[in-house]
């Protein structure tokens, strides 16, 4: 489906959910394309802002070198900022914040700033075992972040990235057995009660993510596009 031709009636808030490995990156990508919304990592707002030399930038920085946790009112402050610039007025899906209802409450306060609301949150479910082979195997284009897999999702022609031609692949030396299972249990354990704060105020959808990326795509849009229509 291409959303692009989709009627968006406001900005749109989308929160993907989901551990290391369960695919939202590619997801996001996809969504990005197909409804001109932008991915908001935190990792790449917090080296985003830094680079900028951005007030909030400069104040995480700052923390970062002193080898101390970005806090969440930071975060905020950089979110804040990004969502601000001109790409971002369409909307945006926000992977790997919030973490915890704190975060989760304090976004409600900046989305309120606005009049607006998270519109929709999507947890991808995976299962432990199968997850530990799927990262296990997984290694991304040093060119251009396109994700693949030894088993899974292989380049057309090996050695060469089908999205921009680099040969220049690159895996995380913590994508073992033992450091991805030990991930999962700390992300259920820190998830749980983020999934319980959105199921309760209705916004939550839940989504196998174990099944063929296409069909896992038309799920996510098929919501997405509900929300762009009715917004």
């Known amino acids: 489906m291409d ?19 369960a695919g939202k990156g590619t997801q996001a990508r ?11 990592s935190t ?20 923390v970062m070198e002193a080898g101390e946790l970005v806090s969440d009112e930071i975060v905020i402050n950089i979110l804040r900022d990004r969502m601000g610039d001109d790409d971002c007025a369409r909307g945006v899906i926000l992977d790997g914040f919030p973490r915890t209802t704190a975060q989760a409450e304090a976004l409600e306060g900046l989305l309120a700033e606005h009049n607006a609301t998270v519109d929709s949150v999507i947890s991808l479910a995976v299962d432990d075992a199968a997850m530990v082979e799927r990262v296990s195997g997984r290694f ?16 057309k022609v090996a050695g060469t990235c089908d999205n921009c031609g ?6 995380r030396a913590d994508d073992n057995a033992e450091t991805v299972a030990a991930r999962l249990e700390a992300y259920h354990a ?25 069909a896992i795509a038309s799920h996510l849009s098929t919501i997405v596009g509900k929300v762009a229509r009715e917004g």
């Open 166 to 171: 680099s040969s220049d692949f690159k895996r």
């Open 190 to 214: 820190s998830t749980a009660p983020l999934i319980a704060f959105y199921d309760a105020k209705g916004t939550l959808t839940t989504v196998d993510a174990m099944g063929e990326i296409d």
């Open 3 to 21: 959303g692009m031709t989709e009627t968006m009636t406001r900005p749109v808030t989308l929160i993907l959910l989901g551990p290391p490995g």
């Open 43 to 62: 990792g790449d707002l917090l080296r985003g802002a830094v680079a900028a030399g951005t007030d909030a930038g400069k104040a995480a920085k700052a």
């Open 140 to 155: 991304t284009c040093g060119g251009c972040g396109e994700g693949y897999h030894d088993t899974f999702k292989a380049p």
């Open 30 to 40: 996809m969504l990005e394309q197909d409804f001109g919304l932008v991915q908001l």
